[in-house]
């Protein structure tokens, strides 16, 4: 089940991330929300649903008068002409977890919306605050694109600036220059039928899951579930001491589980233990470093970030 | 007379080695390379001394023979090393393309072993300011560019207390632009032509460029790291085709009171196609990408990886696999760690036990393995983190 407006609006607060609440009546467009805070100094944000040919999907953040070109940012995407489109309703709520009409950056707190890919318009860092839904459109809030852009990132999603407006030649000599935006993986509707399936509820929620089932179990059978949690987990696992030895032990633990079976034992009974040794040695000792040094450069990074950023006590 | 010094001058065009280019009709004949820049193959005793020195396994790139060439100067660095003398490491990138292939990594792997198994520091330059020349890319791209190139280098798992990255555009100028005047003075117009092969038409930039990839090689370029230290001597490890830059700094060296750099070389990996050049950025199909998805790389591999195979299955069990020319098996000699199994391979598919489709599936499986590898460990390398590796810092650590 997606996070609820009251709980990201409490997280923002928490993470000391300054913005301006705007209660009103529900609204489907930009121009009916300008009717209600128009007259406010932000920028008004437009919010596109996107989908490409492989079920993976973007969402484009741009300002009201910003210029969005479906074709071109297809193509610089490096899914050809026309690889782009606006995505079903359904998906909105689906994978998104917000209401119609309420498409937002904020959406990708959401665990279903983890392999979304937010483009956001650059333009947003000329505004102080803009304008978006706290994942209702009967409220906008208003707040510095820094902070948005910041807050999606330390959650570790894909968010990116992009001139939208621009439309490089793309071709042989000019790879897209927007490919690096796009999600490795499609996300995973299965995890959601099964959350669904449990919130047995109300009434209208017990007729979802039946629908939902059906399709997850047709667009599931080439989807990696495994990999897509791998990708969201490791650049945390990088920071947190917790998450670090986990991937450690669970590494370490799949190679044991595999070495320590009945012929191994026949085959070298007491001395299987320094088999298992070995084996570890062998297959892990290059993906540790490697990781270890993965973890002790973001920890210089995160000193070197502090350090950049507090004033000098002594000459 | 004549006719013999003209034979052998179409000899020589026959393969065309130097930074901006690199073809060849045959295979890349590496003997003559080796003659005509003037450097040494490394035997098998300079392996033993790495490991001696070390006290770890010789990287693959050693053992098999990638890294293969060097110049006099590298057996004094590991003498000096042996009497506790450090030294750094130098190499670099030309960022021209977002897309790095697994051709670029390799000076950057076998890098990264040297800086762990000797725990010296390293710098590497990026040089977006080439590329801009070069490839005539905007500045800002060219910027761009190398800082997202910075991110697949440090994914590489450098160890950010001991290595510098810098870009051109950012860091040139103070001692290091100090340095490039001293260079340049020492080199006449007509050196660069004969060195570089410039033309009437190529403009001042590119003429004026060499000194910038050549001042890395010494140590008070970098006044922040190695200040005081100007005895320090500078390893470069890098593709054989860079040779021209530090032939010219070799020569410029004693004349500024520097020492010159060490050389050591790798051979080019081949493209997917065959042996006869090195990937090229400008054709996806002609290498395997940092980016590429298992499923691509199975693709790739399947339908693009020339065969040394025989075109039928009685002829293969007959006659073998020709290795020479067979990019699988070359490709797993460059990237699998096991010596036995890729002993094991060699006899089998030599002799034509083994088939292609197998060798295949090993390959894709190596391949996807280092791939996803690079994927995740790309995928923690924040901003903040480029940040902090090309900060101009002191590296207290850098020797320990």
């Known amino acids: 089940?997606?996070?609820?407006?009251?709980?990201?609006?409490?997280?923002?607060?928490?993470?000391?991330?300054?913005?301006?609440?705007?209660?009103?009546?529900?609204?489907?467009?930009?121009?009916?929300?300008?009717?209600?805070?128009?007259?406010?100094?932000?920028?008004?944000?437009?919010?596109?649903?996107?989908?490409?040919?492989?079920?993976?999907?973007?969402?484009?953040?741009a300002l009201a008068d910003t210029k969005v070109d479906l074709k071109v940012l297809s193509q610089r995407l490096g899914l050809g002409k026309g690889g782009l489109r606006m995505a079903p309703e359904e998906a909105v709520v689906e994978v998104l977890e917000v209401p119609l009409g309420s498409v937002t950056p904020f959406a990708l707190v959401n665990e279903s919306a983890r392999s979304v890919s937010l483009l956001l318009d650059q333009g947003f860092k000329t505004h102080e605050c803009c304008f978006f839904h706290p994942l209702s459109n009967d409220t906008s809030i208003s707040l510095h694109i820094e902070d948005l852009y910041k807050f999606l990132k330390s959650v570790g999603r894909m968010v990116a600036y992009v001139d939208l407006e621009a439309n490089p030649t793309v071709g042989k000599d000019q790879p897209p220059d927007l490919a690096a935006l796009v999600p490795s993986d499609a996300p995973s509707i299965q995890n959601i039928s099964e959350k669904t399936a449990t919130l047995q509820i109300d009434g209208d929620v017990k007729s979802k899951p039946v629908a939902v089932t059906a399709k997850a179990s047709k667009v599931s059978s080439g989807q990696q579930k495994e990999k897509s949690v791998n990708n969201a987990n490791s650049s945390s696992s990088f920071a947190d001491p917790e998450q670090f030895i986990e991937e450690i032990l669970k590494k370490a633990s799949a190679i044991v589980v595999a070495e320590i079976k009945e012929e191994n034992i026949k085959q070298h009974g007491g001395q299987l233990g320094a088999v298992v040794s070995n084996s570890l040695r062998k297959n892990l000792s290059l993906e540790l470093k490697n990781l270890a040094t993965m973890f002790k450069n973001t920890a210089y990074t995160e000193g070197f970030g502090a350090g950049i950023r507090c004033p000098a006590k002594r000459l | 007379m004549e006719n013999g010094a003209k034979r052998v001058e179409e000899e020589e065009e026959e393969q065309v080695v130097n930074p901006w280019e690199v073809s060849s009709k045959n295979k890349i004949d590496y003997d003559k390379l080796i003659d005509q820049f003037g450097c040494q193959r490394l035997d098998q005793s300079f392996v033993d001394r790495v490991f001696r020195l070390t006290g770890r396994s010789p990287h693959i790139f050693l053992r098999r023979n990638v890294f293969f060439a060097h110049n006099r100067d590298l057996n004094e660095i590991l003498d000096a090393y042996e009497r506790g003398d450090k030294f750094y490491l130098y190499t670099g990138r030309g960022p021209s393309s977002e897309a790095l292939h697994l051709g670029h990594l390799i000076p950057f792997m076998f890098t990264k072993y040297l800086q762990e198994a000797f725990k010296v520091p390293l710098v590497i330059q990026l040089t977006d300011d080439e590329k801009c020349m070069w490839k005539n890319l905007t500045v800002e791209e060219s910027k761009r560019l190398a800082r997202e190139n910075a991110k697949d280098i440090i994914a590489c798992g450098f160890d950010v207390s001991r290595t510098f990255i810098f870009s051109d555009f950012d860091y040139v100028g103070g001692a290091f632009y100090e340095n490039m005047v001293r260079v340049a003075k020492c080199v006449t117009y007509n050196k660069a032509v004969g060195i570089f092969g410039f033309t009437g038409e190529d403009h001042i930039g590119k003429i004026s460029?060499?000194?910038?990839?050549?001042?890395?090689?010494?140590?008070?370029?970098?006044?922040?790291?190695?200040?005081?230290?100007?005895?320090?001597?500078?390893?470069?490890?890098?593709?054989?085709?860079?040779?021209?830059?530090?032939?010219?700094?070799?020569?410029?060296?004693?004349?500024?009171?520097?020492?010159?750099?060490?050389?050591?070389?790798?051979?080019?990996?081949?493209?997917?196609?065959?042996?006869?050049?090195?990937?090229?950025?400008?054709?996806?199909?002609?290498a395997i990408y940092v980016t590429d998805s298992p499923k691509e790389i199975k693709n790739k591999v399947n339908k693009y990886a020339f065969s040394g195979g025989q075109d039928s299955v009685e002829n293969h069990r007959k006659y073998g696999a020709n290795l020479e020319v067979d990019i699988p098996f070359k490709y797993l000699s460059f990237f699998l760690e096991y010596d036995e199994e890729l002993e094991h391979i060699r006899k089998e598919y030599g002799s034509g036990r083994m088939l292609t489709g197998e060798v295949k599936k090993r390959l894709i499986d190596v391949l996807t393995v280092l791939v996803e590898r690079h994927r995740a460990a790309r995928a923690a390398v924040t901003d903040e983190m480029v940040d902090a590796f090309m900060a101009v810092r002191p590296l207290p650590n850098m020797f320990n």
Do not use: W
Not at chain 2, 220 to 237: A, E, Q, T
């Open chain 1, 1 to 61: 089940m997606g996070i609820s407006k009251a709980q990201l609006l409490q997280r923002l607060q928490a993470q000391q991330i300054h913005f301006s609440q705007y209660d009103h009546p529900v609204v489907m467009t930009v121009e009916a929300q300008a009717k209600h805070v128009g007259h406010i100094k932000a920028g008004l944000s437009k919010n596109l649903f996107l989908k490409d040919k492989k079920h993976r999907f973007y969402i484009v953040s």
């Open chain 2, 209 to 286: 460029f060499p000194p910038v990839q050549a001042v890395p090689s010494f140590p008070s370029s970098f006044p922040h790291l190695f200040s005081g230290n100007d005895k320090l001597r500078c390893l470069i490890p890098c593709a054989i085709d860079q040779d021209p830059y530090f032939r010219m700094t070799r020569d410029v060296a004693p004349r500024l009171g520097y020492k010159k750099p060490a050389l050591i070389e790798s051979s080019f990996f081949p493209a997917l196609q065959g042996v006869s050049g090195k990937m090229n950025a400008g054709d996806p199909n002609s």
